[in-house]
């Protein structure tokens, strides 16, 4: 077998972070820590060059393709400074966050490769927020009062 690569994807945007914890619930969990990367084409072919063949690479909206990386030990989070992130800040990564990706090709389950997360530098955070709390409810944007008897 030949030599064990990786690589660096920059400037990349991050999905679905499970970053301090595994991803545990939900149909799809893995039990490991993961995180969908999407990137442009040419980070998409290098990436299809190193990933394992039952790794989707999917093709996104515009032109954009994504990956999901995981791995069973926590990757190493970082800022810009390289300074490592808390629990709280690592939790704070939400969609659109801008990062550096290390990524490693391990072989896995049957002897098959496989692209791993390896580690995750934050270089534009986007905070995750949660479901909008208000959501069912619609105000007339130019109207600061309202007459909805819902309201109080």
Known sequence: MADLQSITLKDVELRWAHLSEPSTKGEFASNKYEVMVVMNKKQADEVSKLKGSSQDLKELDDGLFGITLKSSKRPRVMNKRKEYLTDDEVKSIGNGTR?????????????????????????????????DPFADIEVDADDSTTDDDDLI
């Not at 550096?100 to 995750?120: E, H, M, S, T």
């Not at 530098?121 to 995750?128: G, S």
């Open 99 to 131: 990062a550096i990706v290390k990524a490693n090709q391990y072989v896995g389950f049957k002897g098959k490769v496989f692209l791993g997360l390896n580690a995750v530098m934050v270089t534009d955070l986007h905070e995750y927020m949660g479901a």
